[in-house]
């Protein structure tokens, strides 16, 4: 069913930045390589070319901020960044309870 599938793209891939967060939450800090393993290892069949894409899109919309650390790039989130991800499970929390 098409509609399905939306939802499952809209939830998922559409919203990569959710897991991301959630990921650097609960693990602080990583590298570009590990944030994409840590996709990978949710289910996202994600290259690491758009990995790498979408991890500076992500700082660009600053979600993200990263910091060199041994000549290698530290991503974490930004405070809005942590903020915006609890309104959003808030906001998820809520259509759960509107549809059940």
Known sequence: MRAYQRFKRCIGQGNLWLYVVSVL?????????????ELRQLGFNISSVYGYVLLKRMVRDGILQEREEGGRKLYAPTEEAVEKFRKALEDM?????ALL
Do not use: E, M, R, S
């Not at 990583?30 to 994409?36: F, K, R």
């Not at 929390?93 to 309870?97: D, R, Y």
């Open 93 to 97: 929390q809520n259509l759960v309870k």
């Open 25 to 37: 939450n609960k693990k602080g800090p990583l590298h570009g390589y590990a944030i994409i393993q």
